[in-house]
T-cell receptor, first 115, second 113 residues
Framework: ETGVTQSPTHLIKTRGQQVTLRCSSQ?????VSWYQQALGQGPQFIFQYYREEENGRGNFPPRFSGLQFPNYSSELNVNALELDDSALYLC??????????????FGPGTRLTVL | DQQVKQNSPSLSVQEGRISILNCDYTNSMFDYFLWYKKYPAEGPTFLISISSIKDKNEDGRFTVFLNKSAKHLSLHIVPSQPGDSAVYFC????????????FGGGTRVLVKP
């Protein structure tokens, strides 16, 4: 059983550009969540996908969007990059358990720098 | 509006002694609480959790205490080891919000040999 992987490890973009970050969930996990961790802060919830549909969103603008695919992979897309988007982006996969909490397994993250 | 707060950004402790990390929350809907540990260049890894129906959960050297009336939880690490040096995040979840986690800002722990 492989863990959660993310690509790329590091990325540098300029303001106004678009970026796609990728995540490969643990096999069998039907839920993926994305978090943004700014320097010196805790991770902040961006959104969650369950069976390829968005299933909850945090306080992030629509230029943050995502996709989840049947093969346990997912993407986070950010349009019109701003300097404040510089952060570590973490994805976490889990097996949705309805009304019970199920452990989320985090990937190592993608460090995005916006210049 | 920070719903989960860790007021101590750092903690230094001697090897073998107890490490106590604190976390406060404001949202009464939170019913499940977790501690994650994070090393540089790695994602957070789950350490220990507690449901709101309990006030204590133990796992080896790690114990989490929950005081619902004070909206406060703490993590005790006894005895502390140099490998425990990492950033520790407190996180909370509410059934109504699915698996969404709300994290605190983290506490960096340094265990000195």
């Amino acid at each position: 059983e492989t863990g959660v992987t993310q690509s790329p490890t590091h990325l540098i973009k300029t303001r106004g550009q678009q970026v796609t970050l990728r995540c490969s969930s643990q096999s069998g996990h039907n839920t993926v969540s994305w978090y943004q961790q700014a320097l010196g802060q805790g991770p902040q919830f961006i959104f969650q996908y369950y069976r390829e549909e968005e299933n909850g969103r945090g306080n992030f603008p629509p230029r943050f969007s995502g996709l989840q695919f049947p093969n346990y992979s997912s993407e986070l897309n950010v349009n019109a990059l701003e300097l404040d988007d510089s952060a570590l982006y973490l994805c976490a996969s889990s097996l949705d358990g309805g009304w019970t909490y199920n452990e989320q397994f985090f990937g190592p993250g993608t460090r995005l720098t916006v210049l | 509006d920070q719903q989960v707060k860790q007021n101590s950004p750092s903690l230094s402790v001697q090897e073998g002694r107890i490490s106590i990390l604190n976390c406060d929350y404001t949202n009464s809907m939170f019913d499940y609480f977790l501690w994650y540990k994070k090393y540089p260049a790695e994602g957070p890894t789950f350490l220990i959790s507690i449901s709101s129906i309990k006030d204590k959960n133990e796992d080896g050297r790690f114990t989490v205490f929950l005081n619902k009336s004070a909206k406060h939880l703490s993590l005790h690490i006894v005895p502390s080891q140099p490998g425990d040096s990492a950033v520790y995040f407190c996180a909370a979840s509410a059934k109504a919000a699915g698996n969404k986690l709300t994290f605190g800002g983290g506490t960096r722990v340094l265990v000195k040999p």
